[in-house]
């Protein structure tokens, strides 16, 4: 995507498509608009503000969180409750009491290093906080209890019919298959009735790599907790058993489920319920594939992990970089459309979208106490040309463009404060 300052005026192609679509406002994959779908953006009619940088802005509230999310978070609170009384007795069964409360602490560290990752990723425009409470919950108890109650019958009708031995099926498919539709399930409840913060891959990858991070803490607490009460030599077992999920594996389930994730989020992007459905479907089968591999490791774990894992684990590090790139790309070019129709002036659309401009904004507003006003400004442009986009991309359009109201007056308002 060529990142020049669009030319002032992009024209609506209309119907006799008499006027093409402006390049540089159609990437060729992420944000890629149909031409018939293509509008200006609204005009500033009070002509174009002042520069606002430095800004001195007043506090801004949190975000308003729609009735939809509120009840979603709600839901799956009473999930989580819910299967609380399946997973809990069958860890303690398991594990002992201390077995629980080792494993639970030991499970601390490499949940840690997810969730870090998830937030470095997420860092250009965040997901809500009780979104990503929701994820964490489904994926540490509720596709737990959903992975329990299916096993049993997916033994019974997939075990006989496989021709392989219990253990061997046990291992390479049915967990890969029930684990993942389990896991994955989350991600569809998300996208079905969040869809307005299940925008595209980086979200995708987000929510998926929440969920996952919460299903390997509760199976680490599991592995780590039996290599306590099962052990004649608790301490070697345990730094053993460590050692190869808390060390060598912290990201295996998180990079199954993200190829779900990522596949989903592309769909979203096109804004069809069937099409986000279908994709679900497509996602599990990389996502299972990937994890029946993992667990088909055997004699030759080492050179299986150096040669096939770890390729996959810097191929996943590459395509999170060049999605976050592509956000970045996509945020700049969509807040330049604002700014050619005199919303923004162009210094500000650098200080608002790109990684240097940010720094530098939050480092002054720090400076002098509003490195939070700061923030909210910063997120309230990111979250307008997320909205814009999904205006582009022909998605529920009455309702963004309301949205897109919203938020343009919501800048104003810290606009019109910050320069008096």
Same mark, same amino acid.
Request: charged share 15%.
């Given at each position: 995507?060529?990142?020049?300052?669009? +030319?002032?005026?992009?024209?609506?192609?209309?119907?006799?498509?008499?006027?093409?679509?402006?390049?540089?406002?159609?990437?060729?994959? *992420?944000?890629?608009?149909?031409?018939?779908?293509?509008?200006?953006?609204?005009?500033?009619?009070?002509?174009?503000?002042?520069?606002?940088?430095?800004?001195?802005?007043?506090?801004?509230?949190?975000?308003?969180?729609?009735?939809?999310?509120? &009840?979603?978070?709600?839901?799956?609170?009473?999930? =989580?409750?819910?299967?609380?009384?399946?997973?809990?007795?069958?860890?303690?069964?398991?594990?002992?009491?201390?077995?629980? #409360?080792?494993?639970?602490?030991?499970?601390?560290?490499?949940?840690?290093?997810?969730?870090?990752?998830?937030?470095?990723? $997420?860092?250009?425009?965040p997901e809500p906080?009780?979104?990503? *409470?929701?994820?964490?919950?489904?994926?540490?108890?509720?596709?737990?209890?959903?992975?329990?109650?299916?096993?049993?019958?997916?033994?019974l009708v997939a075990?006989?019919?496989? &021709?392989?031995?219990?253990?061997?099926?046990?291992?390479? #498919?049915?967990?890969? @298959?029930v684990e993942e539709?389990?896991?994955?399930?989350?991600?569809?409840?998300?996208?079905?009735?969040?869809?307005?913060?299940?925008?595209?891959?980086? $979200?995708?990858? @987000?929510?998926?790599?929440?969920?996952?991070?919460?299903?390997?803490?509760?199976?680490?607490?599991?592995?780590?907790?039996?290599?306590?009460?099962?052990?004649?030599?608790? &301490?070697?077992?345990?730094?053993?058993?460590?050692?190869?999920?808390?060390?060598?594996?912290?990201?295996?389930? =998180?990079?199954?489920?993200?190829?779900?994730?990522?596949?989903?989020?592309?769909?979203?992007? +096109?804004?069809?319920?069937?099409?986000?459905?279908?994709?679900?479907?497509?996602?599990?089968?990389?996502?299972?594939?990937?994890?029946?591999?993992?667990?088909?490791?055997?004699?030759?774990? *080492?050179?299986?992990?150096?040669?096939?894992? !770890?390729?996959?684990?810097?191929?996943?590090?590459?395509?999170?970089?060049?999605?976050?790139?592509?956000?970045?790309?996509?945020?700049?070019?969509?807040?330049?459309?604002?700014?050619?129709? &005199?919303?923004?002036?162009?210094?500000? !659309?650098?200080?608002?979208?790109?990684?240097?401009?940010?720094?530098?904004?939050?480092?002054?507003?720090?400076?002098?106490?509003?490195?939070?006003?700061? +923030?909210?400004?910063?997120?309230?442009?990111?979250?307008?040309?997320?909205?814009?986009?999904?205006?582009?991309?022909?998605? $529920?359009?009455?309702?963004?463009?309301?949205?897109?109201?919203?938020?343009?007056?919501?800048? =104003?308002?810290?606009?019109?404060?910050?320069?008096?």
């Open positions: 995507m060529t990142t020049n300052e669009p +030319r002032h005026g992009h024209e609506h192609p209309g119907a006799s498509g008499e006027r093409p679509l402006p390049q540089q406002a159609n990437p060729t994959w *992420l944000g890629h608009v149909q031409p018939a779908d293509y509008r200006r953006a609204p005009a500033n009619s009070r002509g174009q503000f002042e520069p606002a940088f430095p800004p001195v802005l007043p506090a801004v509230a949190g975000g308003r969180r729609s009735a939809g999310v509120l &009840g979603l978070v709600l839901a799956g609170g009473f999930l =989580a409750f819910i299967s609380l009384f399946l997973v809990l007795p069958f860890l303690l069964e398991r594990t002992g009491i201390s077995g629980f #409360v080792i494993g639970f602490i030991a499970s601390l560290i490499p949940l840690g290093t997810v969730l870090l990752t998830v937030r470095f990723i $997420d860092r250009w425009e906080k009780p979104l990503l *409470l929701f994820a964490f919950a489904w994926g540490a108890v509720v596709s737990i209890a959903v992975t329990m109650l299916i096993q049993p019958y997916f033994s075990g006989p019919a496989s &021709g392989l031995d219990y253990t061997t099926f046990a291992v390479t #498919v049915q967990a890969p @298959v539709f389990a896991k994955s399930l989350g991600l569809l409840v998300l996208l079905l009735f969040a869809p307005r913060h299940f925008n595209g891959p980086v $979200d995708g990858v @987000v929510f998926a790599f929440t969920i996952a991070a919460g299903f390997a803490f509760t199976e680490n607490i599991l592995y780590f907790g039996r290599a306590i009460a099962e052990s004649s030599d608790p &301490g070697t077992d345990l730094a053993v058993v460590f050692f190869l999920r808390g060390v060598m594996s912290p990201f295996a389930h =998180a990079i199954f489920t993200g190829t779900t994730g990522l596949i989903m989020g592309l769909a979203a992007t +096109r804004g069809r319920t069937g099409l986000s459905v279908l994709a679900f479907v497509v996602g599990l089968v990389p996502a299972m594939l990937l994890h029946s591999g993992w667990n088909s490791m055997g004699q030759d774990f *080492l050179a299986q992990y150096l040669l096939v894992q !770890v390729p996959i684990f810097v191929l996943a590090v590459l395509v999170i970089v060049l999605l976050r790139v592509a956000e970045r790309r996509l945020t700049r070019q969509r807040l330049m459309e604002y700014a050619a129709a &005199g919303w923004f002036t162009t210094a500000e !659309v650098e200080m608002l979208a790109t990684a240097a401009g940010r720094r530098s904004a939050l480092r002054w507003a720090k400076s002098v106490g509003r490195g939070a006003q700061m +923030r909210s400004l910063l997120d309230a442009a990111t979250q307008l040309a997320f909205t814009r986009q999904r205006i582009l991309s022909g998605r $529920d359009v009455p309702a963004h463009q309301r949205d897109e109201q919203h938020q343009l007056a919501e800048i =104003a308002a810290l606009r019109a404060a910050a320069v008096g």
